[in-house]
Nanobody
Framework: QVQLVESGGGLVQPGGSLRLSCVASGSISTINAMGWYRQAPGKQRELVATITTGGITNYADSAKGRFTISRDNAKGTVYLQMNSLKPEDTAVYYC???????????????WGQGTQVTVSS
């Protein structure tokens, strides 16, 4: 079982920065990957960035060059450093964890409650 708690959201002006944090607790040693998703009003939840235990990262096109995802595996914590924020980045940001088991073969998805990021002047 994995529990996720996000923090770091808030109101920021365009061009500003925020750092989101997500702390995982429970069976953190079994997590294969963690990531950030976001959901804006009236839109579907979309991937922002992911990182595997080995440090392989993947970013949405909208995040490339502005956002950086990092992870402290020992602490079970993932971060999202967001720079040069734009109004279109406004959304609820959700932390996600993926846990894949081989005995039995299965996948497990865990979600945090979300943290609001608002970019406005």
């Amino acid at each position: 079982q994995v529990q996720l708690v996000e923090s770091g959201g808030g109101l920021v002006q365009p061009g500003g920065s925020l750092r989101l944090s997500c702390v995982a607790s429970g069976s953190i040693s079994t997590i294969n990957a963690m990531g950030w998703y976001r959901q804006a009003p009236g839109k579907q939840r979309e991937l922002v960035a992911t990182i595997t235990t080995g440090g392989i990262t993947n970013y949405a096109d909208s995040a490339k060059g502005r956002f950086t995802i990092s992870r402290d595996n020992a602490k079970g914590t993932v971060y999202l450093q967001m720079n040069s924020l734009k109004p279109e980045d406004t959304a609820v940001y959700y932390c996600h964890a993926l846990r894949i088991t081989v005995a039995p073969l299965d996948s497990h998805n865990y979600w945090g409650q979300g943290t609001q990021v608002t970019v406005s002047s």
